[in-house]
């Protein structure tokens, strides 16, 4: 993965790319952490090949992880 957006659901922009200048390569994990008070979010991953996929409406506050392809 080459970038990883978080917004609060339903919002119209985007989060900043929260590994940076990281690139998180297949099998490994990103640690976040989000604001305080918030559940629900739209998680958004920029792939090597060009691809995203995006995730809506995941209850951060009680998975414990998101897993992407």
Known sequence: MDEIHVSPAGSRA??????GQDVLVPGR?????????????????ALADG???ERRRVGTC?????AFP
């Open 51 to 53: 691809r995203a996929v």
């Open 29 to 45: 994990f990103a640690r976040t952490g989000l604001p305080a008070g918030e559940c629900l979010h739209d998680i958004r991953v």
């Open 14 to 19: 985007w989060g900043a790319d929260r590994p």
């Open 62 to 66: 009680t998975a414990s992880q998101v």
